[in-house]
Structures are given as C-alpha cells and as structure tokens.
Nanobody, 120 residues
C-alpha cells in the first residue's frame, strides 16, 4: 500500500511556472515507476500520462510538454516532483501523481490530485 499526497498546484499565467510535489508513504517506493498524469474535467475520464521516471531515474515525457516540464524523484525523501515551465492554457488540468509497477497512469496507486489552471 502506498499513499500519495500532491501539492503545489494553483493558478499561473501563460508562460509562467509551477512546481508540483508528491509525498509518498509506504514501503518499496523506490522500486516503482513514478509518474505524473493529468485529466481535463469534462473532456475525458482517462488520466493522460504526462511524464514518468523509472526506479533508476530514466525519464520519459509526452511530446506536448518536452522541453517545458521536468520530472524528478527523491527516493530517500519518497517524493516526486514536476517542474512546469512556459505553461500554456492547454496545460490546465487536474494533475495526479502515480506509482506503479506496470502501465503507469493506468494501474498502481494515486494521489487525490491537484488543480493547475493556466490563464491567457
């Protein structure tokens, strides 16, 4: 069992920055793939994988955020981070952290989500 709590969401202007944090509790955190996923309310029930980082630190990103977002993890502190720069209105969504063994953002454990709203 892993419990996840996100923080750091809020309102930003287009071109601005936000940093999301996720604190985990429970065992074996370092063995999971950690991810940030997002969902736009009213558009899709599916949580889109935004970025993931493996247990050994390999990061992957979807094309729309490459060069703007950066994912990191601290296994000692059991934390996951998402640095979001040059934000765009289309980044507006509820962001969730996720840890999973397989199929990130489809399986595993979830936080409660944090809202990110980017204005023009």
């Amino acid at each position: 069992q892993v419990d996840l709590v996100e923080s750091g969401g809020g309102l930003a202007q287009s071109g601005g920055s936000l940093t999301l944090s996720c604190e985990a509790s429970g065992s074996q955190f370092s063995s999971y793939t950690a991810s940030w996923c997002r969902r736009v309310p009213g558009k899709s029930p599916i949580r889109e994988l935004v970025a993931s980082i493996s247990s050994d630190g390999n990061a992957n990103y979807i094309d729309s955020i490459k060069g703007r977002f950066s994912i990191a993890r601290d296994n000692d502190k059991k934390r996951i981070y998402l640095q979001m720069n040059n934000l765009k209105p289309e980044d507006t969504a509820a962001y969730y952290c996720n840890v999973a063994t397989l199929y990130p953002c489809q399986t595993g454990y979830w936080g409660q989500g944090t809202q990110v709203t980017v204005s023009e």
